[in-house]
């Protein structure tokens, strides 16, 4: 036939259905000149597995154990020279048995809890899913809910055990598979888990304390330290499942311990004692030391307590036995420190007999340092030694020195080298001492808890002399008499005079001379010198100063003030004096300034009086030297008043002229305006009144001052005023919600008269328009 492309006489069908695990196998047959080649490949590419095998020069690929990842497309490739000719087709599965890949087991849970179930199969076509309980069908109902091989029951309750079946199901079969459900439901239950009766501590260690006990539903859980409850904190923790943890645990924490343990069905109670193996207490304070157990509430049980081996009695003032049946807590009140360790409660019962330790550290301040003893002093200095005390607990970490001398109040703080003494150093250097001065000196040590009562005083020592290092303060004078130079100062104290003999020296000189003048005196408590010389000139500047010096020697001097000599008074009298009466009560006083006069003048003085008979009406008024009037107050109406100027200074008043008389004018009228009425429109307020008649020793009535003001809180405020001439006055009052407080004055020569009584005019008035309103002076 001579040479042609190959030609595929027997192939593979398009489409190839095939079970899971068979052997497929696809055949594909050609002719050709030359005999064609025969290749095979998938349509996605992927290269076949090692389990295919090629058989009759390729024309058969057999395919074992037909798996979900063989389907796909499969092509045969027939090529010679002449050319080439290709087959394809596809391997799909059919149909499969169900097969359980995922199921369920046998489960218990408690009452209230959830259940979550999930079975899966293969198989195709893909099974559906029933479900079974006790062999009847279950359906999606109130707590029930299946779906696509799901079961979930939520809130058990005792009627949902059972056993069920899970069922799954294709057009080639079903298959099943069951699981038992257990529902619990029971009160909490210590018995397989229960706590130890007795837990010891150290102190600063973590301590936990769990609380497990079988419960359904599960149960809460509440923890309680006596009777009260344990509330968490940075240092307490509570876990979920009731473990309760304490950190750093201290003697605060020793107690009876019970876990509550409570749900629907009840509630069970287990309790433990946690005991501290190391207490610390300071002196002073109060404890309780715990002893608790729990026991069956048939058995008797009893109480002691040993302290350092000795049973301890029942009446002891310290201590005292507090609990009831399954507690003896033994309190110790207003602990000392001989109370301090070991201390063992023996519980004991019918079956057994228990006991717990406690070391009980009691802390205290120092006692006191002894034996201080001045071994070197100097005029400032003195050096200390003392023996330790007992450190009672805590160690001493450092000591303090007191002293006291004749001039201090009570015991003072000292200066001291090393400035800090530490707890293992037992001297120390006083430093900063006055010299000359009698010291006692004491002791006191310190620890964590506090400072100590102090040593027994040292024997007095007093400090050597040395020259004066105080100089006097606050040197002025000034003053005197003529020809005198007053000299003043404060003295030094006693504590500062640092030796025997201890006095003054004086040294002042003119204004403008080179020497000085020296004066000693030996009174250690002068504070005054007076320098007298005809030669001196009144009111001459002097340079000052003051000294010290004692048996050692000389002191400092004070810094150089300036003073002046005592001067004299005033020689010059004011003239022009003349005064006219402004009231019933003042009179003005009016002169001419001093123009020259060789005296310093300081000021003016007015001296009056009523007459020479009467000395106790005598009164004086002063003002500066650049004052040339004064008003006089307070004096009598229609009185006449005697009255002389003269110009003063520190020396005194100088002369003065003839006394010149003048008369302050009648008092006003005693009489306050009466009866009086008032309208009110809107802001708009009219007032009358009865006019004021003077009396023949009264002045005249000039007019009237109405004064108004807002009653702010019973405070009047802001007081405005006008006068008339006539008993008659209108006023615009402003526009304010407050009350108006109003009162009317006579006016005269003697000054304004009495007020009459006060006429208050309420805010409401003015939201009503009245034609008029009488008004006594007590309308309100």
Partial sequence: MGEYEPKIEVNFPDNVPAAKGSTVTLECFALGNPVPEITWKRANGVPFPSKVKMKYSKAVLELPSFQQDDTGGYECVAENKMGKNTAAGRLAFYGTFPQWIQTMKDTALAIEERLYWECRANGKPKPSYTWLKNGQPLLSEDRVHVEDGVLSVSALTLS????????????????????????????????????????????????????????????????????????????ITLSPDGTLRLANVSKSDAGSYTCFARNRFGMSTECLFVPLMDMEIIVGESIVLPCQVTSDPVLDVSFSWAFNGQLIAKGDGHFELVGGRTAGDLMIRNIQLYHAGKYICVVDTDVESLSAVAVLIVKGPPSPPDSVTVEEVTDSTAQLTWSPGRDNGSPITNYLIQTRTPFTVGWQRVNTVPEIIDGNTLT????????????????LARNSVGVGEPSPVSVKTRTEDAVPDAAPGDVGGGGGSRSELVITWEPVPEELQNGESFGYIIAFRAFGEVSWTHVATSAPGASRYVYRNDSIAPFSPFHVKVGTYNSKGQGPFSPVVTIYSAEIEPSGMPAGVWARSVSASEIEVNWQALSFTPERVLGYEVVYWEDDTKPETMGKVRVPWNQ??????GLAGNTQYFLTVSAFNTAGTGPFLPAINVTTKKPPPAQPPLNVEWTLIGSQLSLYWEPVVAMESESEVTGYQVSFSLSVRQRHKDVNTLTTANSTAELTLPDDDDDYIIHIQTLSEGGLGPASDPIRIHQLSKLVVEGSSSSSPYNK
């Fill in 160 to 235: 949902d055990a059972g056993m069920y079946q899970c069922v799954a199901e294709n057009k080639h079969g079903v298959i099943y598979f069951a699981a038992e459900l257990m529902v619990l439901a029971s009160p909490p239950d210590f018995t397989g888990n229960v706590l130890r009766a007795l837990l010891k501590a150290k102190a600063g260690t973590t301590v936990t304390l769990e609380c497990k006990p079988q419960a359904y539903p599960i149960a809460s859980i509440l923890w309680k330290k006596g009777n009260l409850p344990v509330h968490t904190n940075d240092r």
């Fill in 428 to 443: 120390a250097t006083v430093v900063d001492l006055n010299a000359w001065v009698e010291y006692e000196f004491r002791v």
């Fill in 628 to 633: 040339t009037s004064v008003t006089v107050s």
